[in-house]
């Protein structure tokens, strides 16, 4: 399987020939969803879901589908008859020839004044790849490869150390990261690789790596 990281939270996957991408949001590339088979949105944040972008990549694709969740749906079903399917925790289905396990269900909280939306995370082909949107949701199988929400509003590097720590993945790639300014990139990069317990990777917006 070909991992590509694309800017902030976006990743494409590729295997037997087909794309499958998620999270296309306002700080990835502009045409972050062209040229995807199938695209997984884990919730409606602006920097996760950007309709601009979702429709490029379903307009250039008309056989390609859209999984997310209900507050997602129901802004671009109507415009898509149906290619675009609501889940919701413990759904299983299959996009572009993979597997896909659906995990948890509420965004991790940013202040307790503000409501929490829902949010999904998605488990790839048996635990190759897990994207948790933004929570810090356990799946209750091994995780090979980690998609780690390295920066946010919504946490601190100490919780993202834990959060390695309890998952325990193979190997832990950086996403969420476009606030993260290069000047502390070194500083996350030796304290998680540290003290997480598992290989902490980065790769740069469009570089790719086989998983």
Same mark, same amino acid.
């Given at each position: 399987?070909?991992?590509?990281?694309?800017?902030?939270?976006?990743?494409?996957?590729?295997?037997?020939?087909?794309?499958?991408?998620?999270?296309?949001?306002?700080?990835?590339?502009?045409?972050?969803?062209?040229? #995807?088979?199938?695209?997984?949105?884990?919730?409606?944040?602006?920097?996760?879901?950007?309709?601009?972008?979702?429709?490029?990549?379903?307009?250039?694709?008309?056989?390609?589908?859209?999984?997310?969740?209900?507050?997602?749906?129901?802004?671009? #079903?109507?415009?898509?008859?149906?290619?675009?399917?609501?889940?919701?925790?413990?759904?299983?289905?299959?996009?572009?020839?993979?597997?896909?396990?659906?995990?948890?269900?509420?965004?991790?909280?940013?202040?307790?004044?503000?409501?929490?939306?829902?949010?999904?995370?998605?488990?790839?082909?048996?635990?190759?790849?897990?994207?948790?949107?933004?929570?810090?949701?356990?799946?209750?199988?091994?995780?090979?490869?980690?998609?780690?929400?390295?920066?946010?509003?919504?946490?601190?590097?100490?919780?993202?150390?834990?959060?390695?720590?309890?998952?325990?993945?193979?190997?832990?790639?950086?996403?969420?990261?476009?606030?993260?300014?290069?000047?502390?990139?070194?500083?996350?990069?030796?304290?998680?690789?540290?003290?997480?317990?598992?290989?902490?990777?980065?790769?740069?917006?469009?570089?790719?790596?086989?998983?």
């Amino acid at each position: 399987m070909k991992l590509t990281k694309k800017a902030h939270a976006c990743v494409r996957l590729e295997k037997d020939g087909r794309t499958l991408v998620i999270d296309p949001g306002g700080f990835s590339e502009e045409d972050a969803a062209v040229g #995807a088979d199938a695209i997984l949105v884990t919730h409606e944040h602006p920097d996760h879901f950007d309709e601009g972008r979702l429709r490029a990549g379903l307009e250039a694709s008309p056989g390609a589908e859209l999984w997310t969740l209900k507050s997602v749906s129901d802004q671009v #079903a109507a415009a898509f008859p149906g290619r675009v399917h609501t889940v919701g925790h413990g759904d299983t289905f299959t996009a572009a020839g993979f597997d896909v396990q659906v995990h948890g269900e509420l965004h991790a909280v940013i202040h307790p004044d503000i409501p929490r939306i829902t949010n999904v995370g998605y488990l790839v082909d048996g635990g190759r790849v897990f994207h948790p949107g933004d929570a810090l949701t356990v799946p209750d199988q091994p995780v090979e490869t980690l998609m780690l929400p390295v920066m946010a509003p919504w946490n601190k590097i100490a919780e993202v150390i834990d959060y390695v720590r309890e998952v325990k993945p193979h190997r832990a790639y950086d996403i969420h990261d476009a606030l993260l300014t290069d000047l502390a990139r070194p500083i996350y990069d030796r304290q998680i690789g540290g003290l997480g317990g598992s290989e902490h990777l980065r790769l740069a917006p469009g570089a790719s790596a086989e998983i």
